[in-house]
């Protein structure tokens, strides 16, 4: 076979396969570290042989064979030099070809293992993204904006955390698994945000965290018909379809009222709303679903007049029974004025930001500068949009709020707009 | 990507007769190999001692060469291997490999690639 031909192959399968060989190579030989040698010596070894025997029909198998078989000659030989052959775990000697398992329950194993509570909520992330998601530490030290010694770090106190308490690489048992489960939605939730929220940095990158976050979920939701599974990834196809209208020619953020939704993803969006159907079916939702219910109604409304604020309202109550963090109410209080008027949302906004917790957050000040300008208060909202830009950091939200100041400082006609 | 692991050592621990010193340097030949058959290993050398080396400096279009480093620490540069790695974790992974790590320290250090910026300082 053509070389050139061969190394294609070879590059197309690293892309598409490496992090599934690396999750059952897991399994296999009981350890991150061991599989990553392994891993790499079976690309060696293919990129030795593809190109002289062919590319083989099943070449994850192959590569997870290859992997092991190297791997396992290697302990042998090293234990030759070091110790007698009798220390060899005795599953090595007898080698059985291992069971051909579905690939797919590795890489769900992978995840709850590298989502282990046990671990610090950073390292869950890094070594997420690095084992299951296949990104390299510096490309993770990238999409974070930290350096990559630091993510490296994280990963390798992860990695011991997990040999030190003998993690056993295996799904938890029935029981535990709503409680695995929400680390592991947690995660995954995370990560969808980082690349979602920020519109600075590499934007390539912080896209392919968008996608691999909905890869993840997918994995996670094909599992069990937990409704915040499937409420979670519903939530992020919902918020996914309205990527490319967030943002203008010009790279400005623009405010979901005035997003051009006839470019909204429909498919994305149908999707979701069958997710939540079945969420809902359930009977059990939670934050995810009850969120993904709210940005639902949006996706269902011709424009932002449209949109039913009462339902939207109603949800956010629900979503403060089970979440009664500060952003949620800060978000119930802006609907509160979508629905009732300026004034009656200004009111409540002040409210939130009278308890204190949301004093450094330029969202919680940006939200009361826009309904203060809506009710006609020009000074008040001059006064919030300064205080949110001082507290804003990415280059497109800063943009969004010093256009909005220079249109108040304009004079009252222009306020209004 | 490419990394150096710069190899520090305290020479009067490696070159001290001991059972453990001899067997990393017994173990160093045996790991270059392996490293070098699983595509690892661009290249690398081992160092003599700093008393065999000598410093150069130009200043003001002068230069100065001096006998050294000599250093306030103990441990020295004692070698260094070019690797290749996936990522930094893979090259920390193979650093750790180096038998030399069990004695003094492994600095892995990032080659740099041009086609980013220059650092701003």
């Known amino acids: 076979m053509n070389p050139s031909d061969a190394r294609a192959a070879l590059e197309t399968a690293y892309r598409a396969e490496a992090r599934r060989v690396l999750a059952t190579l897991i399994r296999l030989l009981g350890g991150f570290d061991a599989a990553e040698e392994a891993l790499h010596d079976a690309f060696a070894a293919a990129a030795e ?20 078989f190297r791997t396992i000659d290697r302990w042998r030989k090293q234990s030759r030099l070091t110790t007698a052959l009798a220390d060899l775990p005795a599953w090595m000697n007898a080698a059985p070809e291992p069971s051909p398992s579905d690939p797919l329950d590795d890489e769900l194993r992978l995840i709850f293992i590298c989502c282990h509570p046990q671990l610090a909520p950073d390292g869950r992330i890094a070594l997420t993204l690095r084992e299951v998601a296949g990104l390299t530490t510096e490309e993770i030290a990238r999409a974070y904006l930290v350096s990559a010694p630091t993510i490296a770090q994280r990963i390798v106190r992860a990695k011991a955390k997990l040999r030190d308490e003998a993690v056993p ?27 979602y929220a920020a519109t600075s940095g590499p934007s390539l990158t912080r896209a392919d965290l968008c996608a691999e976050a909905i890869r993840l979920g997918r994995l996670v939701a094909s599992l069990c018909d937990d409704a915040e599974a499937l409420g979670l990834l519903a939530l992020m196809l919902l918020h996914e379809a309205r990527r490319a209208t967030r943002i203008d020619a010009h790279g400005n953020l623009v405010l979901l009222e005035h997003q051009d939704r006839s470019r909204w993803d429909r498919d994305c969006i149908r999707e979701a709303e069958a997710l939540l159907e079945r969420a809902f079916a359930t009977r059990r939702v939670g934050p995810y679903a009850l969120q993904a219910a709210i940005a639902a109604i949006h996706s269902a409304a011709a424009s932002a007049d449209a949109t039913d604020w009462h339902e939207i309202v109603a949800l956010y109550d629900a979503l403060g029974c089970v979440d009664s963090s500060p952003v949620v109410r800060l978000n119930r209080a802006v609907a509160l004025g979508m629905r009732d008027g300026a004034e009656a949302g200004l009111a409540a906004v002040e409210a939130v930001l009278a308890q204190g917790e949301l004093d450094e957050y330029h969202l919680a000040h940006a939200a009361r500068a826009d309904l203060a300008r809506r009710a006609g208060r020009a000074e008040a909202a001059r006064a919030s949009y300064r205080r949110a830009l001082a507290l804003a950091r990415q280059p497109a939200e800063r943009r969004f709020l010093e256009t909005r100041l220079a249109q108040l400082s304009t004079g009252p006609a222009a306020a209004k707009q | 990507m490419r990394y150096v692991c710069l190899i520090y050592f305290d020479p009067k621990v490696v070159f001290n007769g001991s059972d453990e010193s001899n067997s990393v340097l017994g173990a160093v030949g045996p790991h270059d190999r392996e490293l070098e058959a699983r595509g690892h290993l661009v290249t690398g050398e081992a160092l003599e001692l700093p008393e065999n080396a000598v410093t150069v400096r130009v200043r003001d279009g002068k230069m100065s060469a001096t006998d050294g480093p000599f250093m306030e620490t103990k441990e020295m540069l004692g070698g260094f291997q070019l690797i290749e790695a996936r990522d930094l974790n893979e090259a920390v992974q193979v650093a750790s490999g180096i038998p030399f790590a069990r004695l003094g320290c492994v600095e892995v250090r990032p080659v740099v690639d041009f086609s980013q910026p220059r650092p701003k300082l």
């Open chain 1, 169 to 195: 690489f295996e799904l938890p048992a029935l029981a535990e698994l709503s409680a695995r489960l929400e680390s592991v939605l947690l995660v995954i939730y995370l990560i969808f945000n980082e690349g």
């Open chain 1, 49 to 68: 042989q593809w190109p002289r025997d062919g590319i083989p029909a099943n070449r994850t198998a192959w590569l997870v064979s290859a992997g092991r």
